[in-house]
């Protein structure tokens, strides 16, 4: 009968095998996955590979300990390896299992890598759309794998490193709601990219807090994290407003406002986010930089947000949950650097990538082809048919929804007073876009001759 | 100050988007540390210096380093959020080593450097670097006074 010790490291090697399976087998259907997925599936196979190999060359080399560091060391080995499996198991896999195409619209990956790759040159990162349970949106860098579980700093690594965005699978065919994936978390990845919120700088600590040091050192350096936490959160969250309204004008504050709109209410601050109204105040005046005070209709709709929360900038601090006085310390701190966030942020972005308002004439009249039931994917230019940007697709959505769904849904034959009519309605224009952003898609990687 | 009303416990629980998640963090700094005492258990068992040593040891040396707040430093301020990663490390090195936990783990970076330097190693040294990198790895894992109790059971269920 086999020892404990030899139970113990096969009962391992049978669940790495396990999941080695389970990744393979979610991965065996490619055409249901996003590209992004295929890639990383590759990644974690690699990485469970790796977990195997190091785990029985350290339990072999091990060997040669006498009994009581041996037994005590491949215990914490075990533990190491096990707790690395429940890793993948909690973080990794759901990102794959979350990417299959009846959870995610597919379509906007395509979408999100060609705005990073033309945003953001020669940053090699795959990003991998993925719906998750969660009611939330989010983005996260990746290492890749087995970077991560080998302790490798990114820098010093050849492999790929993956980025995600997280949506709610519940949304999956929402997609002017993704307007907030699109924008906002794309932002968050052009601010890793061009570093503008880790540009920036905190105040030392002990200056902050006016304590001495360095008898309390250590305290210092945690009353440093909790300012520089709230701080760093929120400019990042601002600066990825403000690029998410540089690249896509007036659907950043749309499909944010819908989306926050069923998150909380709007004036409450959290650790990781200043409230919504302060969002929204900041992207109208990343509007009105980039000209659209003067286009009628979203200035109203900036008058009108400016109406409902008039003193967003200026209120003090509301937080939930949260220590009141450390984050009003971050918005004071925060608050005065905005103009420059914003003027930072047009100086990294290339004019031809700014969603400006000379591009308003080509929204309202691809608004109008919306309303004639017609996918949007294409316009015909100087004798010829060329892709519309994504931006430009999402705005004229927007417009419709904003302004016209009564009258789409007479298109339609249903009526937007009605609730079961006005769901349908909805949907329906999502899917004119879906279909209009997969045609864009496609013609720009594939132009008329 | 404001701060001292907030526990440890409640700020792990904020979450940055680009940061990578807490118990990933621990984990590969986990595995550097245990990767780090094996090669200095099997140093002082065979008494030569295992391969790859010193490679492992300066990673391990780099993963405990910690900024300096206050004294010699001549900057007047420090990038955002600099300190997050290192406030976790922060936390685990106050629970292994209560009375002087940024000086201890200062010293056992110093140390696992100066081993990635030197062949052949004090055994004494050696004795004392191996038995602070289990305390911390203890703590790490959840479980100071068992050490070999499985951290994730719990945490997962």
């Known amino acids: 009968m086999a020892n404990s010790d030899q139970q113990n490291r096969a009962l391992f090697l049978e669940r790495l095998a396990r999941l080695d399976g389970a990744v393979q087998e979610a991965s065996g259907r490619p055409d249901r996955l996003t590209q992004g997925a295929i890639e990383f599936a590759t990644a974690l196979r690699e990485l469970l590979g790796v977990l195997g190999s190091d785990f029985t060359g350290r339990w072999d080399a091990l060997s040669g300990l006498d009994e009581g560091d041996r037994d005590e060391f491949r215990n914490q080995l075990l533990t190491d390896v096990q707790d690395a499996v429940a890793d993948v198991t909690m973080y990794y896999l759901p990102i794959l299992l979350g990417a299959q195409a009846s959870r995610v619209p597919t379509e906007y990956e395509l979408v999100v890598e060609d705005l990073l790759s033309s945003l953001c040159p020669d940053w090699h990162v795959i990003p991998i759309l993925w719906g998750s349970d969660e009611y939330s949106y989010a983005t996260r860098d990746w290492d890749h794998p087995v970077d991560w579980y080998s302790g490798n700093e990114n820098d010093q690594s050849e492999r790929p490193v993956f980025r995600e965005f997280q949506l709610p699978s519940i949304e999956r065919d929402s997609t002017l709601l993704h307007g907030v994936l699109v924008g906002h978390e794309i932002g968050h990845a052009l601010d890793s990219f061009y570093e503008v919120s880790d540009g920036l700088n905190v105040p030392e600590a002990r200056d902050v807090f006016n304590e001495a040091a360095p008898e309390h050192e250590a305290e210092l350096l945690h009353s440093a994290y909790v300012f520089s936490a709230a701080a760093k959160d929120w400019a990042g969250e601002i600066i990825a407003d403000i690029f998410s309204g540089l690249i896509f004008g007036p659907v950043a504050l749309f499909s944010f406002r819908e989306f926050s709109e069923r998150t909380g209410p709007p004036t409450v601050d959290s650790l990781t986010h200043p409230g919504s109204d302060r969002r929204y105040e900041v992207i109208c005046q990343v509007l009105e930089r980039a000209g659209f005070g003067a286009m009628d209709a979203v200035a109203e709709w900036i008058s009108d947000f400016r109406s409902m929360f008039p003193d967003a900038l200026d209120r003090p601090i509301q937080a939930e949950a949260v220590d009141e006085e450390g984050c009003q310390m971050a918005w004071d701190w925060l608050k005065p650097s905005i103009p420059d966030h914003i003027s930072r942020c047009f100086e990294v972005i290339e004019d031809n990538s700014l969603f400006s308002a000379e591009r308003w004439p080509l929204v309202e009249k691809l608004s109008r082809r919306l309303l004639g039931g017609h996918v949007i994917g294409e316009v015909y230019v100087g004798g010829a048919f060329t892709f519309v940007p994504p931006p430009s697709i999402l705005n004229a959505g927007w417009l419709v929804k904003a302004n016209s769904l009564f009258e789409f849904g007479q298109l339609m034959n249903l009526d937007t007073s009605k609730r079961e009519d006005v769901g349908h309605i909805a949907l329906t224009l999502d899917g004119l876009i879906a279909k209009s952003l997969e045609i864009s898609f496609h013609r720009r990687r594939n132009p008329w001759e | ?157």
């Open chain 2, 1 to 157: 100050m404001f701060v001292r009303r907030l526990s440890v416990r409640g700020l792990s629980e904020t979450r940055s988007s680009d940061d990578l998640p807490r118990e990933m963090r621990d984990l590969s700094t986990r595995q550097s540390l245990g990767r780090a005492a094996e090669i200095l258990a099997l140093w002082r068992s065979t008494g030569a210096k295992p391969e790859g040593a010193a490679t492992a040891l300066r990673s391990a040396g780099t993963q405990l380093a910690m900024p300096t707040v206050s004294g010699t430093t001549a900057e007047s301020a420090r990038p955002l959020g600099s300190y997050r990663p290192q406030i976790q490390l922060l936390a685990h090195a106050q629970a292994a080593f209560p009375s002087e936990g940024l000086n201890r783990l200062r010293e056992v970076s110093d140390l696992l450097d100066s081993l990635a330097r030197i062949d052949p190693a004090p055994s004494e040294e050696l004795d004392s670097v191996i038995e602070k990198l289990g305390q911390l790895r203890r703590v790490m894992s959840g479980s100071p006074s068992r050490p070999v109790e499985r951290r994730s059971r719990d945490r997962r269920r």
